[in-house]
């Protein structure tokens, strides 16, 4: 097949939110930009269709609506995953241009009247998510980009990174459809590929009915560990409350405005499971439902029949921009929020970092920089950032750093001959197999596995029959089959997947204690311990290529 | 199976093929009519809706995500 090569400043893997946010200011930096994305950039990744709240302080005069504020309930709710000062040199620096940059592309965060709309849900000191109407914000993003003199690769996705003596210096890829083989030459790498999706079951048996992007599954992590850098807080599990039947998002909509979970027989629950009650932090909703589910006393229910009208109107407008389908899904399923109660449901399970501000992936230090030079990370798939707000400021602050990396360097790196003949080989290598498994076999055996060992209840023997299936898995890696490009691109996102799972695993078999809920239950280990466990597991390779551990401590003052 | 495509509607543009985030939609060897050539690998997004020129697509949601059935896992 074809193999084209390209040069460019900054190559950024991913055009999601974080990606093109990189992209914009990289080259407000005077950097030639390249964007590579497995879509076509105007509608990929997780806000692909739409998204519809923003979180912010707006500092207006109360204490809770300050950087300090959001800082102390980054800390408290992250405890032992979140590092305050990445998260003040992230979010706090570039808040005020993140805000503006949606005005520069023309997709306010505020109401036809020029205010803004401020909703409070878990555990925020006071309202922080902003409603806004973002079903176009993708679109505007993507055309922004190309606007600004940015190159863009849609629909190629990247195989891995090259490095030359320890440093990043591009990547490669291939074409979806065409099957072309690109291979970039940077000075810096910006990796924006979001977190890592069908790692585990779908209730309704379709792996891409999910809660978040099925495009995202761990490659930039995969990519990240396999080049040599650490990966953090990989360890969490990451669940939602969802409509039974469909893994839409809309929750924070739901509680922001005031709906109640309750049971089958009619009880409010949460307050059982925090004092909070339904203003709790996420993973809190989900042990609650998971709990009444257990004690038989479901079916549970979302229950919006007290709002008012004008609150409804609200919530139904906001739900259908976070997931444009939805009131389609209400209607086909003849389910009237002023009238019925909806049933709702845990959803499937992710690799997730394990609040609503704070993410898991590849470790990044303040300057959103990997461990690896010449690499750095943004948005989900950073182990810092996590939702809208992070994605916008990680994505800024990313494209600032890996420009002034950038303008220190002569010229990329001369790229290795060798590791682009093994990379490309490895990559195709499905296409010309003889065996019979075809990649959804092999994504729901993975699947199968780890929802049984990896979910939110856990053991050390548990753990250890799941590693060792991915053992017997991975012998049948090279019985995978694949008739198009299309195919390549899936199989290629399944061993992407599997080196997530296995750093996931390693980690959660590290940290013996039990930590927010169920993100991380050791029936072997069922408490907290501080003492031993406030701080990161970071996993990176060793000289195998197998992860290995070590413990960071963090202290919160 | 989502999305659906009246026929009569289109006008064969392509516009959905490039809105598609799951590589889902293609546009046959003619490059004159979309098709939906993995159903199963839909996402829902409603990205391809919005960006329909005509309004030639509806989303129908699957029978597995009608009914609320199956063993919640935990």
Same mark, same amino acid.
């Given at each position: 097949?074809?193999?084209?090569?390209?040069?460019?400043? @900054?190559?950024?893997?991913?055009?999601?939110?974080?990606?093109?946010?990189?992209?914009?200011?990289?080259?407000?930096?005077?950097?030639?930009?390249?964007?590579?994305?497995?879509?076509?950039?105007?509608?990929?990744?997780?806000?692909?269709?739409?998204?519809?709240?923003?979180?912010?302080?707006?500092? !207006? *005069?109360?204490?809770?609506?300050?950087?300090?504020?959001?800082?102390?309930?980054?800390?408290?709710?992250?405890?032992?995953?979140?590092?305050?000062?990445?998260?003040?040199?992230?979010?706090?620096?570039?808040?005020?241009?993140? @805000?503006?940059?949606?005005?520069?592309?023309?997709?306010?965060?505020?109401?036809?009247?020029?205010?803004?709309?401020?909703?409070?849900?878990?555990?925020?000191?006071?309202?922080?998510?902003?409603?806004?109407?973002?079903?176009?914000?993708?679109?505007?993003?993507?055309?922004?980009?190309?606007?600004?003199?940015?190159?863009?690769?849609?629909?190629?996705?990247?195989?891995?990174?090259?490095?030359?003596?320890?440093?990043?210096?591009?990547?490669?890829?291939?074409?979806?459809?065409?099957?072309?083989?690109?291979?970039?030459?940077?000075?810096?790498?910006?990796?924006?590929? *979001?977190?890592?999706?069908?790692?585990?079951?779908?209730? $309704?048996?379709?792996?891409?009915?999910?809660?978040?992007?099925?495009?995202? $599954?761990?490659?930039?992590? +995969?990519?990240?560990?396999?080049?040599?850098?650490?990966?953090?807080?990989?360890?969490?599990?990451?669940?939602?409350?969802?409509?039974?039947?469909?893994?839409?998002?809309?929750?924070?909509?739901?509680?922001?405005?005031?709906?109640?979970?309750?049971?089958?027989?009619?009880?409010?629950?949460?307050?059982?499971? /925090?004092?909070?009650?339904?203003?709790?932090?996420?993973?809190?909703?989900?042990?609650?439902?998971?709990?009444?589910?257990?004690?038989?006393?479901?079916?549970?229910?979302?229950?919006?029949?007290?709002?008012?009208?004008?609150?409804?109107?609200?919530?139904?407008?906001?739900?259908?921009?976070?997931?444009?389908?939805?009131?389609?899904?209400?209607?086909?399923?003849?389910?009237?929020?002023?009238?019925?109660?909806?049933?709702?449901? !845990?959803?499937?399970?992710?690799?997730?970092?394990?609040?609503?501000?704070?993410?898991?992936?590849?470790?990044?230090?303040?300057?959103?920089?990997?461990?690896?030079?010449?690499?750095?990370? +943004?948005?989900?798939?950073? /182990?810092?950032?996590?939702?809208?707000?992070?994605?916008?400021?990680?994505?800024?602050?990313?494209?600032?750093?890996?420009?002034?990396?950038?303008?220190?360097?002569?010229?990329?790196?001369?790229?290795?001959?060798?590791?682009?003949?093994?990379?490309?080989?490895?990559?195709?290598?499905?296409?010309?197999?003889?065996?019979?498994?075809?990649?959804?076999?092999?994504?729901?055996?993975?699947?199968?596995?780890?929802?049984?060992?990896?979910?939110?209840?856990?053991?050390?023997?548990?753990?250890?029959?799941?590693?060792?299936?991915? /053992?017997?898995?991975?012998?049948?890696?090279?019985?995978?089959?694949?008739?198009?490009?299309?195919?390549?691109?899936?199989?290629?996102?399944?061993?992407?997947?599997? $080196?997530?799972?296995?750093?996931?695993?390693?980690?959660?078999?590290?940290?013996?204690?039990?930590?927010?809920?169920?993100?991380?239950?050791?029936?072997?280990?069922?408490?907290?311990?501080?003492?031993?466990?406030?701080?990161?597991?970071?996993?990176?390779?060793?000289?195998?290529?197998?992860?290995? $551990?070590?413990?960071?401590?963090?202290?919160?003052? | 199976?989502?999305?659906?495509?009246?026929?009569?509607?289109?006008?064969?543009?392509?516009?959905?093929?490039?809105?598609?985030?799951?590589?889902?939609?293609?546009?046959?060897?003619?490059?004159?009519?979309?098709?939906?050539?993995?159903?199963?690998?839909?996402?829902?997004?409603?990205?391809?809706?919005?960006?329909?020129?005509?309004?030639?697509?509806?989303?129908?949601?699957?029978?597995?995500?009608?009914?609320?059935?199956?063993?919640?896992?935990?």
């Amino acid at each position: 097949m074809d193999t084209e090569h390209l040069q460019t400043d @900054i190559l950024i893997i991913g055009g999601g939110v974080a990606g093109l946010n990189a992209a914009l200011t990289a080259r407000e930096s005077g950097q030639d930009v390249l964007i590579m994305d497995k879509a076509v950039i105007e509608r990929s990744g997780h806000a692909a269709g739409g998204i519809d709240h923003f979180c912010a302080y707006l500092e !207006t *005069g109360p204490d809770w609506d300050t950087g300090e504020a959001y800082l102390n309930m980054t800390a408290r709710g992250a405890r032992g995953a979140t590092d305050i000062s990445v998260v003040e040199r992230i979010y706090c620096d570039e808040l005020k241009g993140a @805000i503006q940059r949606f005005e520069d592309i023309n997709c306010t965060l505020r109401q036809p009247d020029g205010t803004f709309f401020r909703t409070q849900s878990y555990g925020q000191p006071g309202p922080f998510y902003i409603n806004f109407n973002g079903k176009r914000m993708k679109p505007l993003l993507g055309r922004a980009a190309r606007e600004a003199g940015c190159r863009v690769l849609d629909r190629v996705v990247t195989g891995d990174l090259l490095v030359r003596d320890g440093e990043v210096c591009g990547a490669a890829g291939f074409h979806i459809r065409e099957g072309r083989f690109y291979v970039i030459h940077s000075k810096a790498v910006i990796l924006a590929t *979001g977190g890592t999706n069908r790692l585990y079951q779908n209730p $309704t048996g379709l792996s891409f009915n999910c809660w978040m992007c099925p495009a995202n $599954t761990g490659d930039g992590e +995969a990519m990240a560990f396999r080049a040599g850098a650490r990966l953090a807080n990989v360890e969490y599990i990451r669940m939602s409350v969802v409509p039974r039947g469909f893994s839409a998002a809309g929750l924070n909509a739901l509680v922001g405005m005031g709906a109640r979970l309750i049971n089958g027989r009619e009880e409010e629950f949460m307050e059982r499971y /925090d004092p909070r009650g339904m203003q709790g932090p996420r993973y809190k909703l989900v042990q609650g439902v998971l709990g009444e589910l257990k004690a038989h006393r479901g079916p549970v229910y979302i229950d919006c029949r007290h709002l008012d009208p004008e609150a409804m109107r609200h919530l139904v407008t906001t739900l259908s921009y976070d997931k444009d389908t939805l009131p389609d899904y209400f209607e086909q399923k003849n389910i009237d929020l002023t009238r019925d109660l909806m049933e709702i449901a !845990t959803s499937e399970g992710m690799q997730g970092g394990p609040s609503e501000v704070c993410g898991s992936g590849i470790k990044i230090d303040q300057d959103c920089a990997t461990s690896v030079p010449g690499l750095f990370a +943004a948005g989900n798939s950073a /182990d810092q950032c996590r939702s809208l707000h992070m994605a916008v400021t990680s994505g800024i602050h990313a494209g600032r750093m890996a420009s002034a990396y950038s303008m220190d360097r002569g010229k990329p790196a001369p790229v290795q001959g060798r590791q682009v003949d093994e990379i490309r080989d490895r990559l195709f290598a499905p296409m010309e197999g003889a065996g019979s498994v075809s990649w959804r076999e092999f994504e729901d055996v993975l699947q199968r596995t780890l929802t049984e060992g990896m979910g939110p209840v856990r053991s050390a023997w548990g753990m250890e029959k799941t590693w060792n299936n991915l /053992d017997l898995i991975e012998k049948w890696k090279d019985r995978v089959r694949v008739d198009d490009y299309h195919g390549l691109l899936r199989v290629q996102e399944v061993h992407n997947m599997m $080196t997530v799972a296995r750093c996931m695993i390693k980690a959660a078999m590290f940290r013996e204690e039990s930590r927010f809920g169920p993100c991380h239950f050791r029936l072997d280990f069922p408490e907290t311990d501080d003492e031993r466990w406030l701080g990161q597991i970071l996993v990176k390779r060793d000289g195998k290529g197998q992860p290995c $551990t070590e413990f960071l401590p963090i202290s919160y003052d | 199976m989502p999305p659906v495509i009246k026929r009569e509607l289109c006008q064969g543009c392509g516009t959905c093929e490039d809105s598609c985030p799951l590589d889902v939609i293609h546009m046959d060897e003619g490059g004159a009519v979309p098709i939906i050539k993995y159903p199963e690998e839909c996402w829902h997004c409603g990205s391809c809706r919005q960006d329909c020129p005509e309004g030639a697509i509806t989303i129908l949601f699957p029978l597995r995500m009608m009914v609320s059935a199956g063993i919640v896992p935990y």
